[in-house]
């Protein structure tokens, strides 16, 4: 799709919005140029999405929810919390302790989650949020409010991760996926890594420089690397996901972490016929693969290699104890009886359309993907016993 195809098919920006991500370009074509006239994609996605003050995450937009960018599964059902929720139930059950959700959206899972957990008379010691963006901090603190205040009150927001390692659940959805990447090209049967440079007229453009020992290394042990991969092969690497599962496993001291998200085990991933990658942004409910347009306004995502966190956990001592679709995981953790306990005919209807959202493979229920990290924790996870896909890994 060219840059002008997508732009042609997304809504018009405001004069606000221009002014905006006009100066979200100034910042990124200054360091271009402070580096030299060329600046690597990770760099380019880390501006883009967490610059202070001006990046996606650190601005004031709308992300969530129908009235934002994209929509998350927390916010097609409160189905999905529940779910979670008595997974963690186990969990909480053996270890004790609280839950930490990183990056908590609106607040709806952890809405859904803890009201599951009061019927169950098992809230959690405590539930911190650690969220990046002040803009969903404040709706968080909007939503949760109106919770009772038996559960309010064990809620806390962090702006770091604990210093003391928590018993407990650790929950991230849809987190890794917004973690930045590098991009790469095969030329000439050589990896390539992709960045951004400028035009003569002042234009971002996508460029090309030589890869660097730990951009080579990398491709190199991806199944189907190159030379096996020909000219024209594009795709992505995240080298940050493994310091941030390391820094998560070290923040659990007995329990679970528990990743929901999209993407593939890294055989899948980087096929050979996979040859675009999976880079995608998402502006007012559409997809599109320009990420040089709509700067500090649009989400930037890639799918997550689990193969690749699977190896750096179990280097941190984590346990994979699970990996599986999320429509397994959620159908093994009741999803089907939850639709079957509506009270009445119109509200059972209406759960299960949301039902089918969460798990129809067109859907979210097969590109996402749920897999349990544990340290200490013997229990058998509900959520993976209708499938296991870590032979996949």
């Not at 996901?241 to 496993?249: D, K, V, Y």
């Not at 880079?279 to 306004?297: K, V």
């Not at 058998?380 to 890994?393: E, I, K, N, S, Y």
Request: glycine share 10%.
């Amino acid at each position: 799709m060219s840059a002008s195809g997508v732009r042609s098919m997304l809504p018009a920006l405001t004069p606000e919005e221009r002014s905006h991500s006009d100066l979200v370009g100034a910042l990124i074509r200054a360091e271009i140029e402070a580096a030299g006239g060329w600046l690597s994609f990770e760099r380019f996605m880390e501006l883009a999405l967490y610059a202070p003050g001006l990046g996606y995450y650190s601005a004031g937009s709308l992300k969530l929810g129908a009235g934002g960018d994209f929509v998350t599964a927390p916010e097609v059902s409160a189905l999905f919390g529940r779910c979670v929720a008595r997974q963690c139930l186990e969990v909480l059950r053996e270890t004790g302790g609280g839950i930490l959700e990183l990056g908590a959206g609106t607040g709806a899972l952890a809405a859904a989650l803890l009201e599951t957990l009061d019927a169950q008379g098992a809230l959690p010691e405590r539930y911190a949020i650690l969220e990046v963006s002040a803009d969903l901090a404040a709706r968080q603190r909007t939503r949760l409010a109106a919770l009772a205040p038996r559960i309010r009150g064990r809620i806390v927001w962090l702006e770091r991760l604990p210093a003391t390692p928590l018993r407990g659940v650790i929950l991230a959805n849809e987190v890794a996926d917004a973690l930045p990447c590098r991009r790469f090209t095969v030329e000439g049967g050589a990896v390539r890594e992709l960045g951004v440079a400028l035009t003569p007229d002042g234009a971002l453009s996508s460029a090309a420089a030589d890869a660097d020992a730990m951009l080579e290394s990398a491709c190199a042990a991806l199944s189907g690397a190159p030379p096996r991969l020909a000219d024209g092969y594009t795709s992505e690497v995240c080298l940050r996901l493994g310091a941030w599962i390391a820094s998560l496993g070290e923040c659990l001291e007995r329990g679970m972490l528990l990743l929901l998200d999209y993407g593939l085990p890294r055989s899948h991933y980087y096929h050979p016929q996979r040859l675009s990658g999976t880079l995608r942004c998402h502006f007012r409910q559409r997809a599109h693969d320009d990420p040089l347009i709509n700067l500090g306004l649009q989400d930037i995502t890639a799918w997550v290699d689990f193969t690749r966190v699977a190896e750096v956990a179990t280097d941190t001592g984590l346990e994979v104890a699970g990996f599986a679709t999320q429509a397994a995981f959620l159908l093994a953790l009741g999803l089907d009886r939850l639709v079957a306990e509506a009270g009445d005919a119109p509200e059972r209807a209406r759960l299960a359309g949301e039902a089918r959202r969460l798990v129809m493979p067109e859907e979210m229920g097969e590109a996402f993907k749920a897999m349990a990290l544990t340290r200490g924790c013997a229990t058998p996870l509900a959520g993976f016993t209708l499938q296991d896909l870590r032979r996949q890994l």
